[in-house]
């Protein structure tokens, strides 16, 4: 700890920071706009100046800026200091003279850490007469809105865009007054990180595009602590409802979780909540084939009740991307022996294998956070820029983790941006690749590995077995890898904290690999961590209530078992091949669906219920690392939306059972959840409980000067109506309510005194970049085993040499496409690829095929025309299809399939 | 006895003083500009004037404004709906005074009542007039940076044409 002096006033922090930090860690308020605690100082924009002395006899000291200064032991600063006080006023004058009369009509307006700024610093008329440099706008995509003009030059979005998230396509261009942050052309921005930008700028140059189509301020919007949705990170985010729609979504600081930042289809996703695929109300099919109608929830819920009641047995289908809650209560109602996962027997067999895994290996679970620390690295598989887009952000971090140690050795703090990247230049810590084609995230690893699968794997079971002998071996190495072992091997051994990541990418010999050289390196005295990618949001916790996948389901219906089915959350067709889908909903005799969005399973449906989504619920998601959430409804459902685990409690009330009497809150059902496995037990404690209140007061959903409560449904009637019960959570949905910070598990938004933008999160951290205050939100709920005396993997896949005329299909996963509930918002929709099949240069030549030529495919049973995409990285033999785009694709992959080209009429061997 | 015949002679007095009682509705008071009574919308050029930047609704104390806003092609904002609920406004003037484009203004204008409070709630259509208002001649997009329909970058006031970033010249 270093004793630091600000205004004559003693306070302790934390060594290695600098004194901009160390100040806003103690509570002072020092404006500034270049630093970023994600990013360090740049000491750019002399927004934070200080008086700095050199002792306790100094009285006259000299101006500093105290992002560039470091909070050594004794270091004595003076913010009152009336010479700086100006300095910081004339600094924000100058920024301002240029800066355009856009408020009104500004999106940051209300959130903006220039209007904080200026405020703190106390300008307020602008003396310079001279007239305002403008600039042209740029299109960036359907993402990212740019109004230049009212830039300040503070460089922050290139350092983030360029430095942190590693994009090419956004530069700074121009000299002195016309300095210009932008594309070279206007297009769509690259990266996938792109929405960070709107955070990121201090002032309105960049602003939410799909906020903008509905645009509501800050100060309007409810929210609630939630949890992204979209892929199996569980990023932290904070949702805004006004007038009963959904407006946007902003990060919410997790330490262990998404620091600053979240991937674009985690932020622009959201739009699905609005759609005109929300199903509001029940609808029934009284006779098969009839039309289905709209019905009132009491008809609908009685004639589900009936049509299970006459069912001699009834199955639920769960879902990974429903709540434990939801799922749970359908396990509940149908019975333990009846509840099967809704995801594909492939999806579930690496869901329970990822799952034994993380609880019998030695290496400890990696959270985002330690994957970013991490300063080696080996990836595995998957693509994680398209299917965990924030584990490539924190990948792309751990790179530069031994160039930091480097630097640190050189007594450059890490803080120093500018001097670190002068110590490490280029320099790029250890990180190897190995996956079946080209991965976005190609450009920061050290090498490379192409492959199929299972020479993915093998390339694993190598490692391991180099690292620990006693590992199973590998007979024959390809010539392309036996170089990378040890190379491997070595960078792994070297580093402090190495991480070994894995996607399925549908192979269970690849994580089994992966697992063995995280448990070689942990034997060998090396703490490695894992981290298994999950695909869904609640794919772990899934996974961890058990049971098994679709096919048993499919076959409990054919034997003719079965005779009634709830489907929950699920669309059939995306987790099972159509034939099958189309042959098991005709078989089984009742379909219940408990969805929120309409789709071709609730198409068949004999009852469909309306269920809430993430917005409108309370409910617990398990992430990849085991890490159990609790989100909270941001707004109150419309028409006859309940949320699932309430329809199937109703159920089974209307079924006469006892065991659900008690279930009144969400609370409740987490309770019976830990009291029916012990590996829920925590979940109870993961958040305050409902009753929690802050001096007698719940949490305010929405902030203290939430606008329009007695107009907003006026034109309906004049008469008030109180607002909504939430009996489910400490949360209320007023703006009566607790204003200040609560624990750390029901932030609702980041606002505090003087700091209306998302800058406010200094206030709610133990320290700058540190935990929340008590500590960041979410219980891990999967440790490894204490003895951990699992056996290594011993299966070794074998090299599969291809047969003649056949390929191997790949799946290639796409951020804006293949997740199927982002895909339903309209800007992700319109970045989503068409479907095509991907083909290395080689095969493409040989089969006398072009880039957008047309090409049959039959793979797994499914066969059709797609557009040939030529993709360079693919190793010959292989063929990438993309996921999840039409629903209807091949689903087992990777899989064997052929190839031919219409035109000439013949197969194409190789 | 003394104080009772004291009293009837000042009543007796004022029966000889200036009447004040002002005969509403016949008579109508004067009120000067100023007078804060029904809020209305204003126009400029014919253009609303109205932005939707949701000052007045984040001032006004009890809540009675509501709108959304929205845009057209040219990116030009403007309140898609806008609702005022009158049976709440107590007519503090706040919304004027948050107002950056004069939008909203109060008029001299009380005579507002109604026996159903619901007609009471004026959208956007009863509040828009065709004029300025009180305060003619300012136009915020004039001076505001954003290109809108008819106004490109660098035509407002005091504002230097865009910068040509593919320049080398200083």
Known sequence: MAKIIVNEREYEVRDGQNMLQAALSVGLDLPYFCWHPAMGSIGACRQCAVRLFRDANDTRGKLAMACMTPANDGTRISIDDAEARDFRASVIEWLMASHPHDCPVCDEGGECHLQDMTVMTGHNYRRYSGRKRTFRNQDLGPLVNHEMNRCIQCYRCVRFYRDYADGRDFDVFGIRNQVYYGRQFDGVLESEFSGNLVEICPTGVFTDKTLKGHYTRKWDLQTAPSVCVHCGVGCNTIPGERYGALRRIYNRYNGEVNGYFICDRGRFGYEFVNGARRLHHARVRTERGAEAAPADSDEALRLAATLLGKAKRVIGIGSPRASLEANFALRTLVGEGNFYAGVSEKEWRLARLALDIMQGSPAKAASLADVARADAALVRGEDVTQTAPMLALALRQSVRQAPLRKAAKLRIPDWDAAGVRNAVQEEKGPLYIASTFGTRLDDAAKRTYRAPPDDIARLGFAVAHALDASSPPVPVLPANARPLVGEIVDALTGAEEPVVLSGGCGSEAVLRAAANVAMALCRKGHPARLCLTAPECNSTGLALLGGEGLEPAFGAVTSGEADAVIILENDLYRRAGAAAVDAFLEEVGSVVVIDHTDGETAARAGVVLPAATFAESDGVFVNNEGRAQRFYSVMTPRGDVRESWRWLRDLALAAGRADVEAWATVEDVDRALAAAMPIFAPLPEIAPPAGFRIAGQRIARQPGRYSGRTAITANVSVHETPPPEDTDSPLVFSMEGYQGQPPSALIPRFWAPGWNSVQALNKFQEEIGGPLRGGDPGRRLVEPAEDAAADYFADVPRHGEPSAGNYLFVPAHHIFGSEELSALAPGIARLAPRPYAGLSPDDARGASLAEANEVEVSVGGWSGRLPVRIIDTLPPGMVALPVGFAGRGPLELPAWGELRNPRDGRGQAQ | ?170
Not at chain 2, 23 to 44: F, M, N, T, V
Not at chain 2, 59 to 88: H, K, M, Y
Request: aromatic fraction near 12%; glycine fraction near 8%.
């Open chain 2, 1 to 170: 006895m003394l104080s009772i015949v004291k009293g009837l002679w000042i009543v007796f007095l004022h029966m000889f003083r200036r009447r004040v009682t002002v005969q509403y509705p016949e008579q109508k008071p004067y009120l000067a500009p100023r007078w804060r009574g029904r809020i209305i919308l204003s126009r400029i050029n014919g253009e609303e004037r109205c932005v939707a930047c949701y000052l007045c609704a984040v001032a006004c104390p009890v809540d009675c404004i509501a709108l959304q806003a929205t845009e057209d092609e040219s990116g030009r904002r403007f309140p898609e709906w806008f609702r005022i609920n009158f049976s709440r406004c107590i007519f503090c003037g706040f919304c004027e005074e948050a107002c950056p484009t004069y939008a909203i203004q109060l008029t001299p204008d009380f005579e507002m009542g109604e026996y159903v409070r619901q007609n009471l709630v004026y959208e956007k259509e009863d509040l828009l007039i065709a004029g300025p208002g009180k305060y003619a001649g300012y136009d915020f997009y004039r001076v505001a940076g954003l290109a809108i329909g008819g106004k490109d970058k660098g035509e407002g006031e005091n504002e230097a044409p865009p910068r040509d970033v593919r320049t080398l010249l200083p």
